[in-house]
C-alpha cells in the first residue's frame, strides 16, 4: 500500500487495520531523510539564487528569505520587486544615516 490518494479512497472503512497501515506508510514517507534532505537542497538553492538576484537590487536578505521560503517563484517575485536605495552616509563619519536625518546620529554633523 502506498501512501497516496487512491490508496485513501480505496481503503475498506471497516477494517481499521488498513486505516492504521496506510497512517504507518504516510509516517514513514514524511519521516524520510531522503525527503528532508532534498527539501534541505531546495531551500539552499532557493535562497542562494534569490541572494543572487537580490545583490543587484541591494536586498540580499530580503530575496534570499523569498527564494528560501518560496522557491522560484519567490525569485520572480524578487526580480518583480523595485530595487532597495542604500542608505545615506554621513559625508563626515561615512556611517549610515536616516534619509530624513537633519544631523548625522553618530558623529552630529548636520546633513545635506
Ligand atoms: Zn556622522
Known amino acids: 500500500m502506498a501512501c497516496d ?18 497512517l504507518d506508510e504516510c509516517t514513514q514517507a514524511l ?23 537580490g545583490r543587484r537590487k541591494n536586498a540580499v536578505v530580503r530575496d534570499a528569505l523569498l527564494g528560501a521560503a518560496l522557491g522560484p517563484i519567490g525569485w520572480i517575485v524578487s526580480l518583480l520587486l523595485p530595487a532597495v536605495k542604500p542608505a545615506p ?6 556611517r549610515d544615516v536616516g534619509a530624513g536625518d537633519r ?5 552630529g554633523a548636520r546633513l545635506g
Do not use: M, N, Y
Not at 490518494?5 to 497501515?21: H, K, M
Open 89 to 94: 552616509k554621513c559625508p563626515a563619519c561615512q
Open 103 to 107: 544631523h548625522c546620529r553618530h558623529c
Open 5 to 22: 490518494f487512491s490508496a485513501l479512497s480505496s481503503i475498506d472503512p471497516g477494517d481499521p487495520e488498513q486505516a492504521t497501515r496506510l
Open 31 to 53: 519521516t524520510s531523510p531522503q525527503l528532508w534532505f532534498w527539501t534541505l537542497v531546495f531551500t539552499i538553492v532557493g535562497a542562494v539564487v534569490g541572494a543572487w538576484i
